[in-house]
């Protein structure tokens, strides 16, 4: 019997179960679509898995570290002496993953010296390690305590949910830096005089550039996140998909975001790792993939896009970014950014990634194995992500 090229989610789910799923990776799937076409890439085809492995500045976690006896309503909370948001409720706390350690070279301002914040908890706390929280409080009469002070563990704390608002963009800047001296910024450093070009996308094998208009992503969308299960529980701050798309329906410029959770306690250190940016702060590294189940041949279409289908904006981290201008100097492809150089006004321009392209298969290739094996189902979402601008 031929397998159908229009399927829905609760459809493939079966078939994993069953056994009989077909799951390639994205860049197997621009190749199976380049060969056989959209349609009978759609007909062979029931998922095709994502992946994407880079600073993700907006990431944190939520934690809870447990009640003391007697009880303290914590209104200052540190973690390795990284401070966290305690204005929840007596011992939550929400730590980011950009927030720099309270003693950190950072505060003095010295490009070059390691930078140690909250992404680097979050590692630490993942990787089995003890952290050391000192709380302090007010006192009331229902919690007294004004102080706590313990070394504790992931495998301690009652919960501890990865909670990051905003991840997985769809597309962003390539940064270049025009002015006459480095500068120092959240996309590495730039030299002077356009002396290097960065990025930060995995290109074809990025979740939002398989899937451009969210027909299958939303509110209970299942992922690998942190190198387990985790979840889109929402449209990611920023979230702005409602730029200029090329024909395929890839955003142009930076569009559509992803909120995701997931349990911490599940997740590893190979795929949250915090990261020190010379001369401008602290992040984390996030391992984030998606599944696209290919619903019919557009489907398959969308996720056949290859990178040099992809397209990008040059803009200038120098001068008109700062400003709040984001003027194009040129546009180029992915393809052209993972060749190693582009051409912009002329000038050829060395291509540095932010993106680990390597993980990123890695993570494609693990949530393939997930899926096969019938331990990974699809989740459906209860509605997709919006495509037109939320908030401002």
């Given at each position: 019997m031929a397998r159908p090229v229009k399927k829905t989610i609760q459809e493939i789910n079966a078939r994993i179960k069953s056994g009989d799923v077909v799951v390639v990776t994205a860049d197997e799937m621009t190749r199976i679509v380049k060969d056989k076409g959209a349609a009978a890439a759609a007909r062979e085809i029931d998922v095709v898995t994502t992946g994407t492995f880079a600073p993700m500045c907006s990431s944190g976690a939520m934690i809870n570290f447990g009640h003391s006896v007697p009880g303290i309503k914590a209104s200052s909370v540190l973690l390795n002496n990284v401070p966290a948001y305690g204005g929840l409720a007596a011992v939550d706390c929400y730590i980011g993953a950009t927030e720099p350690c309270l003693d950190d070279p950072l505060n003095k301002v010295y490009p070059g010296e390691f930078i140690y914040g909250g992404g680097h908890v979050i590692q630490d706390l993942?990787?089995?390690?003890?952290?050391?929280?000192?709380?302090?409080?007010?006192?009331?009469?229902?919690y007294p305590n004004r102080a706590v002070d313990k070394k504790l563990t992931l495998a301690e704390l009652p919960n501890a949910v990865l909670c990051n608002p905003r991840n997985g963009y769809q597309n962003y800047n390539v940064a270049v830096n025009s002015t006459n001296k480095t500068i120092y910024t959240y996309m590495g450093t730039l030299k002077p005089k356009m002396g290097n070009a960065n990025y930060c996308?995995?290109?074809?094998?990025?979740?939002?550039?398989?899937?451009?208009?969210y027909r299958t992503i939303g509110l209970?969308?299942?992922?690998?996140?942190?190198?387990?299960?985790?979840?889109?529980?929402?449209?990611?701050?920023?979230?702005?998909?409602a730029v200029a798309r090329a024909p395929n329906g890839t955003p142009l410029r930076p569009a559509g975001t992803m909120w995701v959770m997931g349990d911490m306690k599940l997740m590893s250190p190979r795929w949250l790792v915090g990261v020190s940016i010379q001369g401008y702060g602290c992040s984390m590294a996030v391992g984030l993939g998606v599944p696209i189940p290919i619903l019919d041949e557009e489907m398959a279409r969308y996720a056949g896009v290859s990178d040099d289908e992809i397209f990008t904006q040059v803009i200038d981290y120098g001068e008109a970014y700062p400003n709040g201008h984001s003027e194009?100097?040129?546009?180029?492809?992915?393809a052209d950014l993972k060749s190693g150089a582009i051409t912009v006004q002329g000038h050829t321009i060395h291509t540095v990634p932010l993106s680990s392209i390597v993980r990123a298969r890695e993570i494609a290739g693990s949530l393939k194995r997930w899926i096969e094996s019938g331990e990974f189902l699809l989740g459906e979402p209860q509605f997709t992500l919006p495509m037109e601008h939320v908030g401002g």
């Open positions: 993942v990787a089995g390690k003890s952290v050391y929280l000192k709380a302090t409080a007010y006192g009331t009469d229902c996308s995995a290109g074809e094998l990025s979740p939002l550039f398989n899937d451009p208009y209970g969308t299942r992922i690998f996140l942190g190198g387990a299960v985790g979840y889109v529980t929402w449209h990611g701050t920023q979230h702005k998909p194009s100097l040129a546009q180029v492809s992915y």
